[in-house]
């Protein structure tokens, strides 16, 4: 009992000894804690939105923290001594010394990116200090300041070395053809490989802008040799947005745009129209031997009525520019998006709606419920998840669908459209009268028929895409080890519905009695019966991973070995068979302090387009980079702040060698096509050229095969700087690049045509392509008011140097020695203004036009002294339709919440080939339309005025008068360069306490203007951005944009 009790005594008194010293250690421990600081603060952007992850660090020492969605933080320092430094990936880092603060504001300005951010690469990630290949990278912020309906239109001069060059501005196919470095080849693709989250896709215009986090440009073959046979023509990787850690941010983005045309033709009215046709054939009169018997094709009384508009239905003046289209439409964009996590989970979802109208007059002319707008859709879903499993295993989860619907008249595309626009005449018919369409007794065109009876069509696009990645520390075999694995599915469906219909035509009569009455044409029929036409395809991507990434002092080394197989299939095609690539991929670097860095990239790959034993290669690349501002003997001044020079040199191919090679009989060219039957067999030439005599039955052999052939090989090299210069507020770039490509896929020309067959391809020729570029950008504050300037600009020259072509007779008609899309013609040195300069002995004889030749004429030159005009004088003349120089310069400022961003755009040393739609005012045999900019042809009034004269004498017809004028010459080639106010935007941010109520974080307000101003040669009515066409097809023209919008956090 005793004992018991002197247990539980020594038991109280050792409890007491504990509690005592607990006591003291926490007592201790607090004042320990109360010797720190504690400091809170918010960070924000210069227009005045928190940055969440925004890194704080107190200078020389571990502790560190970040700040959450509100920008908030909170974090403990031991003396008012302490700074802390503030940094976040784009923008300029600061540092804070703590002092008597214990709440801090820091407002962080856009700058030139640290050194230390992190840049996307093919298959992982680089610093930009420790990068030695070539790359450029843009981030959301410029994408989002372009309202357009996809991504590539917004990439258009804010990248050194990317050209994006729109074709037409046709809502829902308005995107920008892109090429990297201009054109390598030519006859394969000459775009280049697009990765969405490193997956490849066929389309990524449909994706929303702001989904996107990052864009990153691979232009060397240190960058794209990972990608092996795919990366010749460069790679462009778009990175989506991920979940941060902070509590949930909603982000809500609205705009609404009004949409207009550039520039549009203008076509002559009904008097100018009929009095330059008159002139036309009294031109033409001439050449026939009839100009003495010559009667006008109206006469002065009809010249009356079209200048008077007295009679509007037989004597119409119909500007049917103004009939089909309307001056503006709308647009809008809307997203919400949400963002935020946990240390465990993170999460990014959004959802986002765009909508875009055609400008084609919708107002119900006919007074029925079919219209012929164009009306684009699209709706976009994206989620993005990241769980860490465990400390060393995180999975990441990706799901995104876009969904399209875009539905219009079912006329062809839209040039036949605007084709039938550029036909019709202002005479030709009256349009419409009193709701219904009208044709005259001469059956003129009204392009409304086509618009109207043609019905409408509906096509329904949706790419859903899935992807699950597994990354797994391997610590526990060796420090800086890991592994991931990803599967990627996408999948793709569309279905095109056409309904039949027609809408009932009237001709305008009018009897002896002068009254005019409209007879209807056919069985009026209502909206009939529709087809539909599905489509399927699917894509399958794995990959697996082992990654290193280890630093021994200073030394720095990374490894990646890897394996990746892509699936393609399309189960709507009978002879589409299924597409497959296989790759083994390996890159190591090593680096010393930063200072002397090595790279190398090796891929093993393979390709089912070619031949059994011929599908696999190997595709090596080597740099390096030295920086010389952490060496010892330079001098630490404020000029030169950081300098990095880098080299590389690799090899990578392009597999995708023809002409729709996707299909069977395209694709696999080693294989040859099948023997045909046919009623009749190749003899050599007929009266039309090569082909077909007789109509005996026979066999014609198809194309030949070719085991042997390969993918195109293109062998680059690379020498270039990156620089920060006077105290880091100028960032410059600058590389200089060769690449020679080899292997080009062709066909011999110098077979004669006796041979009856087809000659199999082969892998003979040879292209140079060889360029530099420079971007940079300065970024400064005075006072309140921060600035910046950038540009960038890229010069890329190609050059055939083998393909088989036809001996010629003269050295400067070879293609060969030439640039790609490079325009041949005759030398045109004015006019013919005189009989007297005609009837001149001296002047050469034109062999085509049987040397009858007239005052107006185009005068060529006789290149080659024979004193004969013909297809031996043509020589090289302007540039390619593919511009050497493109360009662009920006602006940016903003001040007390107030900011402003200007982007200027353009490109030089390209040439246009003016259309015979724009060249000749009578275009077919048939008269149609005629521009307006073509009243300045040659006439004898003209000329004794000393009016400009830009075009020869009016024609009608193309070949019937056997006329030289509209030969290809340096008359109808215009230098295309041009220089576009491509992008404008004023917006002002409120200050997030207006809202603290609201628990509303931020909120922004812009105006942006896109493509608002052009300065160009090109005449008025085209875009210099659309491409060259000989044909009388020409695009929907482009648009400009007022966009307003918001931009809301919460």
């Not at 020679?740 to 896929?745: K, T, V």
Request: hydrophobic share 35%; charged share 20%; net charge positive.
């Amino acid at each position: 009992m005793n004992f018991s009790k002197k247990l539980s005594f020594l038991a109280v008194l050792k409890v007491i000894k504990i509690a005592t010293f607990m006591l003291f250690l926490l007592l201790g421990a607090n004042a320990l804690y109360a010797q720190n600081i504690t400091i809170t603060g918010y960070v924000y952007d210069d227009t005045n939105f928190p940055l969440p992850g925004t890194s704080i660090v107190e200078k020389g020492s571990n502790n560190q923290t970040q700040t959450n969605a509100q920008g908030f933080f909170t974090i403990s320092v031991k003396s008012p001594d302490a700074t802390l430094v503030i940094s976040s990936i784009g923008f300029t880092s600061k540092e804070v010394k703590i002092g008597s603060q214990r709440t801090i504001k820091v407002v962080l300005e856009t700058g030139i990116n640290s050194l230390q951010d992190v840049i996307v690469v093919g298959y992982g990630t680089q610093t930009k200090v420790t990068s030695t290949g070539a790359q450029s990278s843009i981030d959301s912020k410029a994408l989002l300041q372009s309202p357009v309906a996809n991504i590539s239109n917004s990439l258009v001069g804010r990248v050194a070395g990317l050209s994006a060059v729109q074709a037409s501005g046709e809502p829902g196919a308005d995107q920008s053809t892109i090429r990297i470095r201009g054109i390598g080849t030519f006859n394969g693709s000459q775009e280049p490989l697009i990765l969405v989250d490193g997956i490849q896709v066929n389309n990524y215009n449909n994706i929303d802008p702001n989904e996107i986090e990052s864009i990153t440009v691979l232009k060397d073959a240190s960058s794209t040799a990972v990608y092996g046979i795919r990366g010749a023509n460069g790679v462009l990787i778009i990175t989506t947005k991920m979940g941060k850690v902070g509590a949930p941010t909603f982000s809500y983005s609205g705009n609404y745009a009004i949409n207009s045309f550039t520039d549009i033709r203008e076509n002559m009215n009904s008097f100018d129209y009929a009095n330059s046709l008159n002139q036309a054939f009294f031109n033409d009169a001439y050449i026939s031997g009839t100009q003495n018997n010559f009667v006008p094709r109206f006469s002065d009384a009809d010249l009356a009525k079209y200048k008077s508009g007295e009679d509007p239905v037989f004597f119409p003046n119909v500007n049917w520019y103004d009939v089909v289209f309307k001056k503006s439409s709308g647009q809008q964009q809307h997203n919400l998006n949400i963002r935020g996590g946990t240390d465990k989970v993170r999460y990014f979802i959004s959802a986002g709606l765009f909508t875009q109208e055609g400008l084609f007059n919708d107002s119900k002319l006919t007074g029925t419920d079919l219209s012929p707008q164009i009306k684009y859709n699209r709706y976009n879903f994206r989620s993005n998840l990241d769980f860490d499993i465990t400390k060393k295993f995180k999975a990441t989860f990706r799901l995104s669908s876009q969904t399209e619907n875009r539905e219009g008249t079912n006329v062809g595309d839209t040039r036949t459209l605007i084709d039938n626009i550029l036909r019709a005449t202002p005479l030709s018919s009256p349009g419409i009268v009193d709701g219904k369409i009208v044709l005259l007794p001469n059956g003129g065109d009204n392009p409304l028929v086509s618009i109207y009876s043609n019905g409408y069509r509906t096509r329904f696009n949706n790419t859903l895409n899935g992807s699950l990645r597994l990354d797994h520390s391997l610590d526990f075999i060796t420090k800086g080890l890991s592994t991931h694995g990803e599967i990627a599915y996408q999948n793709f469906n569309s279905q095109q519905t056409t309904y039949s219909s027609a809408v009932p035509t009237y001709r305008a009569i009018r009897d002896i009695n002068g009254e005019t009455s409209l007879v209807l044409l056919g069985d009026e029929q209502v909206l009939g019966g529709f087809n539909i036409t599905p489509g399927k395809n699917n894509r399958i991507t794995s990959e697996f991973a082992l990654d290193y990434k280890r630093k021994f002092g200073n030394h720095n080394v990374t490894g990646l070995a890897l394996y990746n197989q892509i699936r393609a299939t399309d189960p709507g095609f009978f002879d589409l068979v299924a597409n497959t690539y296989q790759s083994v991929v390996g890159r190591a670097t090593y680096d010393y302090k930063s200072k002397y860095l090595v790279e190398f990239n090796l891929a093993y790959n393979g390709s089912e387009n070619f031949a059994p034993g011929k599908r696999f290669g190997l595709f090596p690349s080597y740099s390096a980079g030295w920086v010389p501002t952490e060496e010892a003997f330079f001098p630490k001044n404020k000029i030169i702040s950081f300098l990095k020079i880098r080299g590389s040199y690799g090899e990578v191919g392009n597999d995708q060698i023809g002409n729709n090679f996707l299909f069977s009989n395209n694709r696999f060219l080693y294989r040859p096509t099948a023997f045909t039957r046919q009623n009749g067999y190749f003899t050599g030439f007929n009266n039309s050229g090569y082909g077909l005599i007789g109509g005996r039955a026979g066999t014609r052999e198809g194309r030949g095969s070719n085991p042997d052939l390969t993918w195109e090989r293109k062998i680059a090299s690379n020498i270039g700087f990156d620089a920060y210069l006077i105290n880091e507020k100028v960032n410059l770039t600058v590389d200089f690049f060769q690449e020679e490509r080899d292997n080009i896929l062709a066909t011999f020309q110098t077979i004669g045509g006796t041979a009856g067959f087809q000659a199999a391809p082969e892998n003979f020729g040879k292209m140079r392509n060889k360029g530099f570029e420079v971007a940079g950008k300065f970024n400064d504050k005075f006072k309140e008011l921060n600035y910046s300037f950038g540009g960038n600009f890229s010069f890329a020259k190609n050059t055939i140097l083998e393909q088989d072509e036809i001996n010629r007779l003269f050295a400067y008609q070879n293609r060969t020695g030439n640039s790609f899309g490079q325009g041949f013609g005759l030398i045109a040195d004015g006019f013919y203004n005189s009989w007297a300069e005609v009837n001149n002995a001296s002047r050469p004889f034109y062999l085509n036009q049987n040397n009858r030749i007239q005052p107006g004429d185009v005068k060529f030159r006789d290149v080659n002294g024979d004193g004969i005009i013909d297809f031996n004088d043509e020589v090289p003349i302007g540039y390619s339709d593919v511009p050497q120089i493109t360009y662009g310069f920006n602006f940016g400022a903003n001040y007390k919440g107030f900011d402003l961003s200007l982007l200027f755009q353009g490109a030089a040393q390209v040439s246009l080939q003016y259309s015979r739609r724009t060249t000749q005012a009578f275009f077919d045999a048939q008269p149609t339309g005629a521009v307006n900019t073509l009243l300045e042809s040659w006439t004898p009034e003209r000329y004794a005025q000393g009016l400009p004269i830009k075009f020869p004498r009016f024609a009608v017809g193309n070949n019937t008068t056997e006329s030289n004028n509209y030969r290809s010459s340096t008359l109808f080639y215009t230098d295309a360069s041009y220089l576009r106010l491509k992008n404008l935007e004023i917006g002002y941010s409120l200050k997030p306490a207006l809202f603290n109520k609201l628990k509303i974080k931020g909120a922004r307000f812009y105006v942006t203007g896109n493509n608002l101003l052009t300065w160009t040669k090109v005449v008025k009515g085209i875009d210099p951005e659309n491409p060259s066409t000989t044909a009388n097809f020409e695009p929907y023209p482009l648009v400009k944009t007022v966009n307003f919008g918001t931009n809301i956090n919460f």
